[in-house]
Every structure is written in C-alpha cells, then in structure tokens.
Nanobody, 129 residues
Framework: SNVVESGGGLVRNGGSLRLSCAAS????????VGWFRQAPGKEREGVEC????????????YYADSVKGRFTISRDDTQDAVYLQMDSLKPEDQAIYFC???????????????????WGQGTQVTVSS
C-alpha cells in the first residue's frame, strides 16, 4: 500500500490550500483517514479525521480545536481520495502535513497516531505572515 499527499505550498496569512490524499493498493472509502501535522521541534498532532464510509459511522469526524471552523475534511468516492480544505491559514498552521489511513476497515476515525497503519511522506505547508 502507498499513501501520497499533495497540495502543500506557500500561502499568505489568511489564505487557503487544499491538500489531497490518495492511496494505491486499497479502496480508501472503506477506511478511516486522518490528517496530522508536525512542526519543527514539536510532536505530530492530529488535525482532522474522517471515519470509514460504512453507513453507521460515515458522519463521524473529529478535528482539533485549533482548526475548528477553518479546516474541512471530505471524501470524493469517485476519485477515491480524501481532502483537507484549509482556510484562514495562520502562521502557526505551518508544518508538514501527513495523511494516514487505518489498517482496518469500517472503523470510526481518531486523532491518534497509533490508530493508523499507512502513512504518506508528508507535504509542506508554509504560511507567510
């Protein structure tokens, strides 16, 4: 399995970016997916996650308080991808952003690094002040 993030870059304070996460080797729709970030000298932290599309839990998402109202996670089943729309970006959002995919199907997501088995290499998000 291979997880790949894209969409990072340089943006001004208050700007927007959309990150994409795609995977090969499995259908992402069946798995919980989380976005995490890590800034230099800091621990990796959960940003937002989306549960498996299994009917009973597909509305369950979680997000960090720091991104509430600014970031939105979503799925595109036709593209088998997960996106993180980031609006009103702040300098403190600057980090490497990672996409992580659960190793087990049909689970609720969680903002825990050990919840996920498959990780991408990360994409850099830089916010200029």
């Amino acid at each position: 399995s291979n997880v790949v993030e894209s969409g990072g870059g340089l943006v001004r304070n208050g700007g927007s970016l959309r990150l994409s996460c795609a995977a090969s080797g499995f259908t992402m729709d069946y798995y919980a997916v989380g976005w995490f970030r890590q800034a230099p000298g800091k621990e990796r932290e959960g940003v937002e996650c989306i549960s498996s599309s299994e009917r009973s839990i597909d509305e369950i998402n979680y997000y960090a308080d720091s991104v509430k109202g600014r970031f939105t996670i979503s799925r595109d089943d036709t593209q088998d991808a997960v996106y993180l729309q980031m609006d009103s970006l702040k300098p403190e959002d600057q980090a490497i952003y990672f996409c992580a995919v659960d190793g087990r199907m049909f689970r609720e997501c969680a903002l825990l690094t050990n919840w996920y088995k498959n990780w991408g290499q990360g994409t850099q998000v830089t916010v200029s002040s």
